[in-house]
């Protein structure tokens, strides 16, 4: 049986160490571009690297964009590490604030453990599946009021705006809230927001911290039908998705 007790608070480690590489490369930062022409940095491998060393130590396989898995190395693989050294690339190199670390254990296919740690303000949301949902060194809670209250901010990217967010918003007269990198998921934990609806893939290690958590904190967060979505180390894009806030807005935002 995994101890997931000493799997977070390993994960934890994990991010704190990247957290502080990242803002000491943010001094200095180096840019490269990989083949598809997105961004590198200094910053980005500082962060993978420490991970990388600290969660080694568990014997459990690391899945990262820079770390993928052969189908050999996941013959009867039941779990394993997602990372995402640095969400928010782009913000990032804009002197943006919105951008963080993510950490999963995937168990069968689904997260039992996840963190979101945003660097520049040190905040740190974790849980794991036999725990509530924290916010550094507090149980997360949310009144009914907030809920209600930010039920129609809607978010959407800052650097990745589609038609179709801007159609969902002015179909349900929903506030647009542009928020970037995987830090969407923590305003819906906090309920700052009601719904984030995803129209487009993105990679699994960009949204599975976010999936855990706010299933977790008894949010909703799956595909377009309401189910839970799955994730198998060799299939790296997830299905479009639906996350709110609260399960009792899916009927307003996730209709049959």
Request: charged residues 25%.
């Amino acid at each position: 049986m995994l101890n997931l007790d000493k799997l977070l608070s390993l994960a934890m480690d994990g991010a704190y160490a990247a957290s502080k590489a990242i803002l000491k490369e943010r001094q200095d930062l180096k840019i490269w571009q990989k083949e598809d022409k997105s961004p590198l940095t200094s910053a980005d491998l500082a962060s993978n690297e420490i991970l990388n060393e600290i969660l080694r130590s568990s014997d459990i396989a690391i899945l990262s964009e820079e770390n993928l898995f052969s189908l050999e190395a996941c013959k009867d693989l039941k779990y394993f590490w997602l990372i995402d050294p640095l969400d928010g690339t782009s913000g990032f190199l804009k002197g943006s604030d919105e951008f963080c670390v993510m950490i999963s254990l995937v168990y069968e296919k689904r997260p039992v453990l996840s963190l979101i740690q945003n660097p520049s303000k040190g905040d740190i949301f974790y849980a794991h599946a036999k725990t509530k949902v924290y916010k550094n060194d507090k149980i997360l809670s949310i009144c009914d009021e907030k809920y209600e209250k930010n039920k129609f901010k809607a978010l959407l990217s800052m650097n990745h705006l589609c038609q179709e967010d801007e159609a969902f918003a002015k179909e349900h007269q929903l506030q647009a809230l542009n928020i970037g990198s995987g830090l969407k998921f923590c305003a819906i934990l906090e309920a700052k927001a009601g719904v984030y609806k995803r129209f487009q893939s993105l990679y699994i290690w960009d949204i599975v911290a976010g999936d855990f958590l706010v299933n977790q904190n008894g949010g909703f967060m799956g595909d377009f039908s309401k189910k839970m979505l799955s994730y198998h180390p060799l299939d790296h894009k997830a299905k479009p998705f639906v996350c709110v806030s609260s399960k009792k807005f899916l009927q307003d935002f996730c209709k049959d």
